[in-house]
């Protein structure tokens, strides 16, 4: 895909709040500077991701919040289930920046979070970090910052039916992105209008505008036979307050984790 735009400089910066190892991981918070071509925008109004309508929000049980248990109101990301005992997110919401992660047992992923309703709640069992994530550094690091986490126990299709993958992001139509927003941490937010402004061989950049906890967050495309997961946010341009997310296309690693079964 080749987009067209005027040359210019992005910042990118984590999508959590800081604290120790966000999930309890502070040390390890991303704090990526990358070149890219960017339109120069002044004054521009921020859209944020809004809440979705409570019709919307049954229909995507297979998102949900991924946090440490026992932290702190305000601290999390988002994660996807992309088979009945696998969720998707990404690598900084459970690892430093060298690739280790916390015990898996303190994750705790609660699916289709609406409010004080849970569709399933599950912990970790194992997490596999993308093995280049934890030795890349500057701007090749987003590219690998993804991270699946195995759960103790599989959650049932009639409950939340995993989201299918895809390596293929056609250009056109508007992309998804749906996460859980510090600003709105309990209720699902999202929107389906978010155009590609830029395109990387390993990252590309939406107009849509993400903030802490949109971490890990599915970004989507409409399919035939309905959405497909392309990408996971890993940051934000800018530092403080929203920015445009950024985005790690789905890449074989992921694809091969799905053959991989649960370590018991």
């Not at 800018?238 to 649960?262: C, E, S």
Request: hydrophobic share 40%; charged share 15%; aromatic share 4%.
């Amino acid at each position: 895909m080749k987009l067209r735009s005027t040359p210019g400089t992005v910042r990118v910066g984590p999508l959590r709040p800081k604290g120790p190892h966000e999930i309890n991981l502070t040390h390890h918070i991303l704090a990526l500077m990358i070149l890219l071509v960017t339109p120069c925008v002044q004054a521009e109004e921020v859209a944020m991701l809004p809440q979705l309508s409570a019709g919307e929000r049954a229909n995507w049980q297979a998102v949900g919040l991924l946090s440490k248990t026992g932290s702190q109101s305000g601290k999390g990301c988002t994660a996807t289930l992309i088979a009945p005992d696998k969720v998707l997110t990404a690598a900084h919401c459970v690892a430093n920046r060298a690739g280790y992660s916390g015990p898996a047992e303190e994750l705790q992923f609660k699916a289709g979070q609406n409010g004080t309703k849970v569709a399933a709640t599950r912990y970790g069992k194992r997490v596999a970090v993308h093995p280049i994530y934890g030795i890349t550094k500057g701007v090749e690091k987003a590219a690998y910052d993804v991270a699946i986490v195995w759960l103790n126990r599989p959650i049932g299709a009639d409950v939340a039916a995993p989201l299918p993958l895809s390596t293929q992001l056609d250009a056109g139509p508007p992309l998804a992105v749906l996460g859980y927003q510090q600003r709105n941490r309990d209720v699902l937010n999202g929107r389906f209008d978010c155009d590609v402004t830029i395109s990387r061989s390993f990252v590309y950049q939406l107009g849509c505008h993400v903030i802490s906890g949109n971490s890990g967050g599915p970004v989507l495309q409409r399919a035939e036979d309905g959405w497909q997961l392309v990408g996971v946010v890993s940051a934000k341009t800018g530092v403080a307050g929203p920015g445009r997310a950024i985005v790690v296309p789905i890449g074989q690693w992921v694809l091969h984790q799905l053959d991989t079964p649960r370590t018991n």
